[in-house]
């Protein structure tokens, strides 16, 4: 089972609903959004926050979100290991991917101008990349990086883990699977607008597609 939900943050500039989200997200989303100084990047923890509370919603387990915890890596977990769930931002749009194993999703936005990338590729990746035209470049960029992104979020170390000594990509492709840690992933990636999204998960049972959620509907939680 997994399921993968995005949401638009912008419908939090309404300062009503800014205020409401505030109020839902519970006491360690809102001391987490409230130390962030930018207000894009505080609407957009609110809304990761809103999907991961729809979920628990959805699957009629509320009383659980209120015992999220977080690795000293920011990694949010269950202790008794209920759920398994990842959350990412960018741009205006937040996801959360949740399951019954482990999990790792990223999200973002395909942009011209790349960042500094020098470190990020292995070997093969790097020689694929230089072989692409400058509009390929952005789309394989983007969906190596959230590959990468949802792997290392799955193992719990996020961009601390030297991105240049995993592969992800098989020729302009995510890889499908992925052998780590004694395990086979799998890997999926989805694109939304001018955002990529990919999504690492011990099971292959992928949504075919995107739920999209809207604040009308966090609403009814």
Known sequence: MIQLMIMDADELKL???FNRA????GEARREKANRIMDSEKKRLSLAAGLLLRHAFHTLHC????????????GKPFLPREEYYFSVSHSGKFAICGF???PI??????????LPRFSKIFSCEEGETFT???????ITFFFRLWTGKESVTKWMGQGITFPFRDLSVMEGKHLKSTLQIHGKTLHLKSFSVEEYLISVCGEGADFPRKITKISWNQVLKD
Request: hydrophobic share 25%.
């Open 15 to 17: 300062s009503q609903n």
């Open 22 to 25: 505030m109020v839902r997200v």
């Open 62 to 73: 509320a009383d659980l979100y209120d015992e999220i915890a977080y690795t000293p890596l």
């Open 99 to 101: 399951s019954d194993q």
């Open 104 to 113: 790792g999703c990223d999200i973002e936005r395909k942009r011209e101008n």
């Open 131 to 137: 072989s692409l035209n400058e509009t390929e470049k």
